[in-house]
Protein backbone atom coordinates (compact mmCIF):
# COMPACT_ATOMS: atom_id res chain seq x y z
CA UNK A 1 0.00 0.00 0.00
CA UNK A 2 2.69 2.56 0.69
CA UNK A 3 4.52 1.72 -2.29
CA UNK A 4 1.33 2.59 -4.55
CA UNK A 5 1.03 5.47 -2.18
CA UNK A 6 4.73 6.96 -3.15
CA UNK A 7 4.03 6.32 -7.30
CA UNK A 8 0.53 7.40 -7.24
CA UNK A 9 -0.13 11.17 -8.37
CA UNK A 10 -2.58 12.38 -6.63
CA UNK A 11 -2.52 16.33 -8.87
CA UNK A 12 -2.26 14.07 -11.97
CA UNK A 13 -5.29 15.68 -13.85
CA UNK A 14 -6.68 12.37 -15.20
CA UNK A 15 -5.88 11.14 -11.68
CA UNK A 16 -7.85 13.77 -10.14
CA UNK A 17 -10.82 14.13 -12.65
CA UNK A 18 -11.17 10.57 -11.95
CA UNK A 19 -11.47 11.18 -8.30
CA UNK A 20 -13.69 14.38 -8.65
CA UNK A 21 -15.92 12.30 -10.93
CA UNK A 22 -16.52 9.41 -8.47
CA UNK A 23 -17.39 11.58 -5.40
CA UNK A 24 -19.70 13.71 -7.62
CA UNK A 25 -21.16 10.98 -9.53
CA UNK A 26 -21.53 7.81 -6.82
CA UNK A 27 -20.27 8.78 -3.61
CA UNK A 28 -22.20 12.01 -3.18
CA UNK A 29 -25.23 10.60 -4.04
CA UNK A 30 -24.96 7.34 -2.04
CA UNK A 31 -24.80 9.38 1.28
CA UNK A 32 -28.44 10.45 0.52
CA UNK A 33 -27.54 13.53 2.52
CA UNK A 34 -29.96 16.53 2.50
CA UNK A 35 -29.12 20.50 1.69
CA UNK A 36 -31.61 21.77 3.94
CA UNK A 37 -34.02 23.07 1.47
CA UNK A 38 -31.75 25.04 -0.95
CA UNK A 39 -30.77 22.68 -3.35
CA UNK A 40 -33.54 20.24 -3.81
CA UNK A 41 -32.56 16.99 -3.70
CA UNK A 42 -33.95 13.88 -5.64
CA UNK A 43 -32.66 10.08 -4.78
CA UNK A 44 -34.90 8.58 -7.41
CA UNK A 45 -31.55 9.30 -9.82
CA UNK A 46 -31.80 8.03 -13.56
CA UNK A 47 -30.25 4.49 -14.09
CA UNK A 48 -29.43 5.97 -17.62
CA UNK A 49 -27.59 8.68 -16.61
CA UNK A 50 -25.48 6.23 -14.16
CA UNK A 51 -25.04 4.35 -17.18
CA UNK A 52 -23.84 7.08 -19.33
CA UNK A 53 -22.05 8.88 -16.66
CA UNK A 54 -20.26 5.07 -16.19
CA UNK A 55 -19.41 5.57 -20.16
CA UNK A 56 -18.25 8.63 -20.30
CA UNK A 57 -15.32 7.86 -16.84
CA UNK A 58 -14.46 4.64 -19.11
CA UNK A 59 -13.65 6.55 -22.48
CA UNK A 60 -11.94 9.53 -20.20
CA UNK A 61 -9.38 7.23 -18.78
CA UNK A 62 -9.12 5.26 -22.26
CA UNK A 63 -8.11 8.44 -23.81
CA UNK A 64 -5.79 9.92 -20.89
CA UNK A 65 -4.14 6.33 -20.46
CA UNK A 66 -3.74 6.02 -24.11
CA UNK A 67 0.20 6.56 -26.02
CA UNK A 68 -1.38 8.85 -27.76
CA UNK A 69 -1.04 12.32 -25.48
CA UNK A 70 2.14 11.20 -24.34
CA UNK A 71 3.12 11.21 -28.51
CA UNK A 72 1.32 14.69 -28.73
CA UNK A 73 3.42 16.09 -25.84
CA UNK A 74 6.48 14.94 -26.85
CA UNK A 75 6.34 16.98 -30.15
CA UNK A 76 5.75 20.50 -28.56
CA UNK A 77 8.61 22.47 -27.35
CA UNK A 78 9.83 22.10 -23.80
CA UNK A 79 9.67 25.37 -21.27
CA UNK A 80 12.41 26.36 -20.18
CA UNK A 81 13.19 25.08 -17.00
CA UNK A 82 14.57 27.35 -14.23
CA UNK A 83 13.21 30.92 -13.12
CA UNK A 84 15.95 33.59 -12.04
CA UNK A 85 14.95 33.96 -8.40
CA UNK A 86 16.27 37.49 -7.98
CA UNK A 87 14.11 38.64 -11.13
CA UNK A 88 11.08 36.54 -9.90
CA UNK A 89 10.89 39.16 -6.82
CA UNK A 90 10.02 42.03 -9.05
CA UNK A 91 7.57 39.74 -11.32
CA UNK A 92 5.99 38.84 -8.20
CA UNK A 93 5.99 42.28 -7.20
CA UNK A 94 4.41 43.55 -10.16
CA UNK A 95 1.69 40.62 -10.90
CA UNK A 96 0.68 40.83 -6.76
CA UNK A 97 0.10 44.77 -7.12
CA UNK A 98 -1.83 44.16 -9.83
CA UNK A 99 -4.02 41.01 -8.73
CA UNK A 100 -4.98 43.57 -5.72
CA UNK A 101 -5.55 46.69 -7.98
CA UNK A 102 -8.54 44.39 -10.14
CA UNK A 103 -9.85 43.02 -6.80
CA UNK A 104 -10.00 47.03 -5.94
CA UNK A 105 -11.50 47.78 -9.34
CA UNK A 106 -14.14 45.05 -8.82
CA UNK A 107 -15.31 45.93 -5.49
CA UNK A 108 -15.72 49.78 -6.82
CA UNK A 109 -17.49 48.55 -9.66
CA UNK A 110 -20.00 46.41 -7.36
CA UNK A 111 -18.25 42.89 -8.30
CA UNK A 112 -17.12 42.27 -5.38
CA UNK A 113 -19.92 39.60 -4.70
CA UNK A 114 -19.58 37.11 -7.13
CA UNK A 115 -22.82 35.72 -5.54
CA UNK A 116 -24.56 38.74 -6.69
CA UNK A 117 -22.70 40.95 -8.92
CA UNK A 118 -24.06 44.45 -10.10
CA UNK A 119 -25.89 44.48 -12.95
CA UNK A 120 -23.20 47.16 -14.03
CA UNK A 121 -20.07 45.30 -13.19
CA UNK A 122 -21.70 42.60 -15.58
CA UNK A 123 -22.59 44.39 -18.41
CA UNK A 124 -19.66 46.46 -18.33
CA UNK A 125 -17.53 45.84 -21.46
CA UNK A 126 -14.15 45.14 -19.32
CA UNK A 127 -16.12 42.22 -17.44
CA UNK A 128 -14.36 39.07 -19.03
CA UNK A 129 -11.09 41.19 -19.31
CA UNK A 130 -11.09 41.30 -15.41
CA UNK A 131 -12.72 37.88 -14.75
CA UNK A 132 -9.25 36.17 -16.59
CA UNK A 133 -7.39 39.41 -14.96
CA UNK A 134 -8.39 38.08 -11.40
CA UNK A 135 -6.65 35.21 -11.80
CA UNK A 136 -2.99 37.62 -11.49
CA UNK A 137 -3.08 37.51 -7.47
CA UNK A 138 -3.38 33.64 -7.41
CA UNK A 139 -0.62 33.35 -10.11
CA UNK A 140 1.57 35.75 -7.46
CA UNK A 141 0.60 32.86 -4.74
CA UNK A 142 1.83 30.33 -6.94
CA UNK A 143 5.27 32.05 -7.70
CA UNK A 144 6.21 32.91 -4.29
CA UNK A 145 5.18 29.47 -3.11
CA UNK A 146 7.67 27.78 -5.92
CA UNK A 147 10.06 29.82 -4.67
CA UNK A 148 10.04 29.01 -0.90
CA UNK A 149 9.83 25.41 -1.69
CA UNK A 150 12.54 25.18 -4.69
CA UNK A 151 14.77 27.70 -2.44
CA UNK A 152 14.51 26.10 0.55
CA UNK A 153 15.34 22.65 -1.11
CA UNK A 154 18.40 23.91 -2.71
CA UNK A 155 19.10 25.59 1.26
CA UNK A 156 19.30 29.32 -0.07
CA UNK A 157 18.95 31.47 2.53
CA UNK A 158 16.67 33.90 0.58
CA UNK A 159 13.81 31.53 1.03
CA UNK A 160 12.81 32.80 3.92
CA UNK A 161 12.09 35.87 2.35
CA UNK A 162 10.27 33.82 -0.36
CA UNK A 163 8.25 32.33 2.83
CA UNK A 164 7.17 35.16 3.96
CA UNK A 165 5.63 36.84 0.61
CA UNK A 166 3.99 33.27 0.05
CA UNK A 167 2.57 33.28 3.65
CA UNK A 168 1.20 37.19 3.05
CA UNK A 169 -0.21 36.50 0.21
CA UNK A 170 -1.79 33.30 1.42
CA UNK A 171 -3.47 35.57 4.06
CA UNK A 172 -4.88 38.88 2.27
CA UNK A 173 -6.42 36.07 -0.14
CA UNK A 174 -8.04 34.76 2.64
CA UNK A 175 -9.08 38.13 4.52
CA UNK A 176 -10.28 39.35 0.39
CA UNK A 177 -12.52 36.05 0.22
CA UNK A 178 -14.00 35.19 3.58
CA UNK A 179 -16.94 38.27 3.69
CA UNK A 180 -17.73 36.98 -0.02
CA UNK A 181 -19.40 33.65 1.60
CA UNK A 182 -17.71 32.64 -1.89
CA UNK A 183 -16.53 28.92 -0.99
CA UNK A 184 -14.09 28.87 -3.68
CA UNK A 185 -11.69 32.16 -3.08
CA UNK A 186 -11.16 30.07 0.22
CA UNK A 187 -10.18 27.18 -1.75
CA UNK A 188 -8.67 28.14 -5.04
CA UNK A 189 -5.62 29.43 -2.52
CA UNK A 190 -5.19 26.13 -0.56
CA UNK A 191 -5.52 23.82 -3.93
CA UNK A 192 -2.96 26.14 -5.23
CA UNK A 193 -0.76 25.68 -1.93
CA UNK A 194 -1.04 21.74 -2.08
CA UNK A 195 -0.16 21.78 -5.72
CA UNK A 196 3.11 23.48 -5.61
CA UNK A 197 3.74 21.38 -2.41
CA UNK A 198 3.19 18.47 -3.80
CA UNK A 199 5.51 19.10 -7.13
CA UNK A 200 7.78 21.54 -5.23
CA UNK A 201 8.33 19.91 -2.09
CA UNK A 202 7.25 16.63 -0.88
CA UNK A 203 4.61 14.45 -2.08
CA UNK A 204 2.64 13.55 1.45
CA UNK A 205 -0.94 12.69 1.77
CA UNK A 206 -1.60 14.60 4.99
CA UNK A 207 -1.44 18.07 4.11
CA UNK A 208 -4.43 16.98 1.73
CA UNK A 209 -6.10 15.02 4.45
CA UNK A 210 -6.47 18.09 6.64
CA UNK A 211 -6.82 20.67 3.71
CA UNK A 212 -10.20 18.11 3.02
CA UNK A 213 -11.04 18.01 6.48
CA UNK A 214 -10.72 21.45 6.79
CA UNK A 215 -12.71 22.45 3.73
CA UNK A 216 -15.98 20.11 4.72
CA UNK A 217 -16.34 20.72 8.09
CA UNK A 218 -15.37 24.23 8.04
CA UNK A 219 -15.49 25.97 4.64
CA UNK A 220 -18.86 24.53 3.27
CA UNK A 221 -20.73 24.85 6.71
CA UNK A 222 -19.35 29.05 6.60
CA UNK A 223 -20.39 29.56 3.14
CA UNK A 224 -23.78 27.83 3.54
CA UNK A 225 -24.59 30.04 7.37
CA UNK A 226 -22.97 33.28 5.40
CA UNK A 227 -25.14 32.60 2.31
CA UNK A 228 -28.37 31.57 3.95
CA UNK A 229 -28.22 32.43 7.63
CA UNK A 230 -28.21 29.74 9.20
CA UNK A 231 -27.85 31.06 12.88
CA UNK A 232 -25.99 29.31 15.86
CA UNK A 233 -29.37 28.31 17.12
CA UNK A 234 -29.57 25.50 15.11
CA UNK A 235 -26.37 24.10 16.77
CA UNK A 236 -27.86 24.29 20.40
CA UNK A 237 -31.85 24.18 20.00
CA UNK A 238 -33.51 20.58 19.15
CA UNK A 239 -34.47 21.59 15.06
CA UNK A 240 -38.32 20.22 15.83
CA UNK A 241 -38.69 21.45 18.95
CA UNK A 242 -36.85 24.42 19.29
CA UNK A 243 -35.73 23.60 23.19
CA UNK A 244 -32.62 23.94 24.09
CA UNK A 245 -30.74 20.33 23.04
CA UNK A 246 -29.11 20.09 26.16
CA UNK A 247 -26.47 16.65 26.32
CA UNK A 248 -26.80 16.56 22.64
CA UNK A 249 -23.34 16.53 20.58
CA UNK A 250 -23.50 20.36 19.35
CA UNK A 251 -19.66 19.40 17.57
CA UNK A 252 -21.28 16.03 16.30
CA UNK A 253 -24.08 18.42 15.06
CA UNK A 254 -21.71 20.94 13.23
CA UNK A 255 -19.71 18.12 11.81
CA UNK A 256 -23.14 16.31 10.31
CA UNK A 257 -24.07 19.91 9.04
CA UNK A 258 -20.37 20.33 6.90
CA UNK A 259 -20.66 17.36 5.46
CA UNK A 260 -24.10 17.37 4.43
CA UNK A 261 -23.52 20.93 3.27
CA UNK A 262 -20.23 19.64 1.24
CA UNK A 263 -21.89 15.88 0.07
CA UNK A 264 -25.12 18.00 -1.29
CA UNK A 265 -23.28 20.87 -3.39
CA UNK A 266 -21.23 18.52 -5.23
CA UNK A 267 -23.70 15.64 -5.82
CA UNK A 268 -24.23 16.33 -9.43
CA UNK A 269 -25.61 12.67 -10.33
CA UNK A 270 -29.21 14.59 -10.03
CA UNK A 271 -28.01 17.65 -12.39
CA UNK A 272 -26.92 14.80 -14.73
CA UNK A 273 -29.64 12.88 -14.56
CA UNK A 274 -32.22 16.05 -15.06
CA UNK A 275 -29.72 16.87 -18.48
CA UNK A 276 -30.39 13.21 -19.78
CA UNK A 277 -34.25 13.44 -19.11
CA UNK A 278 -34.71 16.73 -20.76
CA UNK A 279 -36.51 16.57 -23.97
CA UNK A 280 -34.79 18.96 -26.59
CA UNK A 281 -33.10 18.43 -29.72
CA UNK A 282 -29.22 17.52 -29.81
CA UNK A 283 -27.12 21.18 -29.96
CA UNK A 284 -24.82 19.45 -32.46
CA UNK A 285 -21.84 21.43 -30.98
CA UNK A 286 -23.63 24.79 -30.10
CA UNK A 287 -22.54 25.41 -26.62
CA UNK A 288 -19.18 24.46 -28.15
CA UNK A 289 -18.96 28.20 -30.03
CA UNK A 290 -17.45 29.72 -26.85
CA UNK A 291 -14.13 28.40 -27.70
CA UNK A 292 -14.36 30.39 -30.73
CA UNK A 293 -15.04 33.51 -29.00
CA UNK A 294 -11.82 33.19 -27.08
CA UNK A 295 -9.79 34.10 -30.39
CA UNK A 296 -12.59 37.12 -31.12
CA UNK A 297 -12.28 40.74 -30.29
CA UNK A 298 -12.73 41.79 -26.31
CA UNK A 299 -15.52 42.96 -25.08
CA UNK A 300 -14.58 46.97 -24.74
CA UNK A 301 -13.99 46.45 -28.70
CA UNK A 302 -17.08 44.20 -29.08
CA UNK A 303 -19.68 45.70 -27.19
CA UNK A 304 -22.25 42.86 -28.11
CA UNK A 305 -20.25 40.21 -27.56
CA UNK A 306 -22.01 37.00 -25.89
CA UNK A 307 -21.50 36.32 -22.04
CA UNK A 308 -20.39 32.73 -21.11
CA UNK A 309 -23.03 30.28 -20.77
CA UNK A 310 -21.69 30.26 -17.06
CA UNK A 311 -23.17 33.31 -16.61
CA UNK A 312 -26.70 31.92 -17.04
CA UNK A 313 -26.14 28.92 -14.43
CA UNK A 314 -28.64 29.96 -12.25
CA UNK A 315 -31.33 29.78 -14.84
CA UNK A 316 -30.35 26.82 -16.15
CA UNK A 317 -30.39 25.15 -12.57
CA UNK A 318 -33.89 26.59 -13.05
CA UNK A 319 -34.68 25.36 -16.42
CA UNK A 320 -33.80 21.80 -15.38
CA UNK A 321 -35.58 21.29 -11.99
CA UNK A 322 -32.27 21.10 -9.76
CA UNK A 323 -33.22 24.45 -7.94
CA UNK A 324 -35.84 25.69 -5.79
CA UNK A 325 -37.75 28.15 -6.30
CA UNK A 326 -36.07 30.98 -3.94
CA UNK A 327 -32.72 29.99 -4.35
CA UNK A 328 -31.11 32.65 -7.04
CA UNK A 329 -27.08 32.30 -5.95
CA UNK A 330 -26.49 29.05 -6.78
CA UNK A 331 -25.43 28.54 -10.32
CA UNK A 332 -25.59 25.34 -11.92
CA UNK A 333 -23.60 23.21 -15.07
CA UNK A 334 -24.28 20.37 -17.07
CA UNK A 335 -21.22 18.81 -16.13
CA UNK A 336 -18.78 17.90 -19.07
CA UNK A 337 -20.08 14.95 -19.55
CA UNK A 338 -23.56 16.41 -19.75
CA UNK A 339 -22.69 19.17 -22.28
CA UNK A 340 -21.42 16.73 -24.59
CA UNK A 341 -24.41 14.93 -24.01
CA UNK A 342 -26.47 17.72 -25.23
CA UNK A 343 -24.51 18.56 -28.03
CA UNK A 344 -24.06 14.93 -29.71
CA UNK A 345 -25.55 12.03 -27.70
CA UNK A 346 -24.52 9.15 -26.17
CA UNK A 347 -21.49 9.36 -29.07
CA UNK A 348 -20.99 12.81 -27.73
CA UNK A 349 -20.12 11.03 -24.34
CA UNK A 350 -17.88 8.45 -26.24
CA UNK A 351 -15.83 10.71 -28.29
CA UNK A 352 -16.08 13.84 -26.19
CA UNK A 353 -14.68 12.04 -23.11
CA UNK A 354 -11.62 10.29 -24.82
CA UNK A 355 -11.05 13.23 -26.20
CA UNK A 356 -10.80 15.18 -23.10
CA UNK A 357 -8.92 12.39 -21.56
CA UNK A 358 -6.24 12.92 -24.19
CA UNK A 359 -6.25 16.72 -23.54
CA UNK A 360 -5.85 16.50 -20.31
CA UNK A 361 -3.19 13.65 -19.88
CA UNK A 362 -1.13 16.22 -23.19
CA UNK A 363 -0.94 18.88 -20.56
CA UNK A 364 0.17 17.18 -17.19
CA UNK A 365 2.67 15.10 -19.80
CA UNK A 366 3.93 18.64 -20.91
CA UNK A 367 4.16 20.74 -17.87
CA UNK A 368 5.17 18.29 -15.15
CA UNK A 369 6.39 15.24 -16.80
CA UNK A 370 8.52 16.73 -19.43
CA UNK A 371 10.00 19.76 -17.71
CA UNK A 372 10.63 17.64 -15.00
CA UNK A 373 9.08 19.25 -12.22
CA UNK A 374 10.46 22.56 -12.90
CA UNK A 375 8.92 26.15 -11.67
CA UNK A 376 7.44 27.16 -14.97
CA UNK A 377 5.96 23.91 -15.75
CA UNK A 378 4.35 24.08 -11.71
CA UNK A 379 3.32 27.62 -11.75
CA UNK A 380 1.11 27.28 -15.12
CA UNK A 381 0.13 23.68 -14.33
CA UNK A 382 -1.26 25.06 -10.72
CA UNK A 383 -3.20 27.27 -11.87
CA UNK A 384 -4.80 25.65 -14.64
CA UNK A 385 -5.40 22.37 -12.73
CA UNK A 386 -7.79 24.09 -10.81
CA UNK A 387 -9.50 25.58 -14.02
CA UNK A 388 -9.87 21.59 -15.30
CA UNK A 389 -11.02 19.86 -12.52
CA UNK A 390 -13.18 21.99 -10.18
CA UNK A 391 -14.92 23.30 -13.81
CA UNK A 392 -15.86 19.67 -15.33
CA UNK A 393 -18.95 19.85 -13.29
CA UNK A 394 -19.26 22.89 -16.12
CA UNK A 395 -19.93 23.27 -19.73
CA UNK A 396 -16.94 21.81 -21.60
CA UNK A 397 -15.76 25.30 -23.75
CA UNK A 398 -15.95 27.92 -20.97
CA UNK A 399 -13.45 25.19 -19.24
CA UNK A 400 -11.06 25.20 -22.60
CA UNK A 401 -11.69 28.43 -23.55
CA UNK A 402 -10.80 30.15 -20.10
CA UNK A 403 -7.92 27.64 -20.41
CA UNK A 404 -6.72 28.70 -23.54
CA UNK A 405 -6.38 32.38 -21.99
CA UNK A 406 -5.10 31.63 -19.03
CA UNK A 407 -2.28 29.97 -20.71
CA UNK A 408 -1.47 32.81 -22.86
CA UNK A 409 -0.94 35.26 -19.72
CA UNK A 410 1.13 32.34 -17.73
CA UNK A 411 3.68 31.94 -20.47
CA UNK A 412 3.83 35.48 -20.81
CA UNK A 413 4.36 35.71 -16.93
CA UNK A 414 6.99 33.28 -17.42
CA UNK A 415 8.73 34.71 -19.82
CA UNK A 416 9.37 37.02 -17.58
CA UNK A 417 11.03 35.13 -14.62
CA UNK A 418 13.33 32.57 -16.80
CA UNK A 419 16.79 32.37 -16.74
CA UNK A 420 17.74 33.93 -20.63
CA UNK A 421 21.00 33.48 -21.86
CA UNK A 422 22.78 36.14 -20.65
CA UNK A 423 21.69 34.65 -17.17
CA UNK A 424 23.58 31.51 -17.95
CA UNK A 425 26.45 33.30 -18.79
CA UNK A 426 26.88 35.68 -15.83
CA UNK A 427 26.21 32.95 -13.25
CA UNK A 428 28.83 30.94 -14.85
Not at 13 to 26: K, P, Q
Not at 177 to 189: D, E, K, S, Y
Amino acid sequence: MQKFLNRFDFFALGNSAIIYWTVIFYFAPLASLSYYGYFLVDNSYSAKAVLYSLIGVLFFALGYFSRLPVFLAGKINPLKREWNFSRAVWVFGFIFISGWAVKLIKILMGGYNDLNPSQQFLQNPFYSLLGNLGWLSYIALAIAFISYFVLKKKNDSRFKFWGFLAWLAFGAEMIYAFPTCVRMGIIVPVVIYLIVRWYSWKKDFWPILVAIAAIVMFVFPFGNICRYGVTPDYFVKDVYSGENAVGQNVVGRIAKFGADSFLSRINQLGVFSAVVAMSQPLQYGKSFKEILLTFSPPRFIWKNKPLSVNASGNKFGHRIGVLSNDDYATHVGPTIIGDWYMNFGIFGIIFGMALTGIIFRAIYEYLIIKTEFSAPGIMIYAVLWFSFVKDIENWAAPVFSGAIRLFVILLAINYFLIKKNEDFTYSS
